[in-house]
């Protein structure tokens, strides 16, 4: 699967974004989702994950209650909406996907098959 990540930019402390990720080429329903960020100097940290169907979610405690993930099967595509952003929340986004027949979610960036190139976000203070 082909994953095209987009929707970053620049935005005030306090504001929001959502973050898309169009995913092509394959059954986009076969595949467990999520979100990475990587700040300059830093490793690539997971941020959010999705099953396969979107009832399962998991977030990285710094995000929790301001970030939603969720995707839409029929249009291919999965989402982070991003509320309250901080500073700290500047990076380059990253989606990911792996082949799964199961409901489970995915926190650990190795377990993924397929990345999109990134999209940045900078929220300035």
């Known amino acids: 699967v082909q994953l095209q990540a987009s929707g970053g930019g620049l935005v005030q402390t306090g504001g929001s974004l959502r973050l898309s990720c169009a995913a092509s080429?394959?059954?986009?329903?076969?595949?467990?989702m999520g979100w990475f960020r990587q700040a300059p100097g830093q490793e690539r940290e997971f941020v959010a994950a999705i099953s396969r169907g979107g009832t399962r979610t998991d977030y990285v405690d710094s995000v929790k209650d301001r970030f939603t993930i969720f995707r839409d099967n029929v249009k291919n595509t999965m989402y982070l909406q991003m509320t309250s952003l901080k500073p700290e929340d500047t990076a380059v986004y990253y989606c990911?996907?792996?082949?799964?027949?199961?409901?489970?979610?995915?926190?650990?960036?190795?377990?993924?098959?397929?990345w999109g190139q990134g999209t940045l976000v900078t929220v300035s203070s």
């Open positions: 080429g394959r059954t986009f329903s076969n595949y467990a």
């Open positions: 990911a996907g792996k082949r799964t027949n199961g409901g489970d979610i995915y926190r650990r960036a190795g377990e993924y098959d397929f």
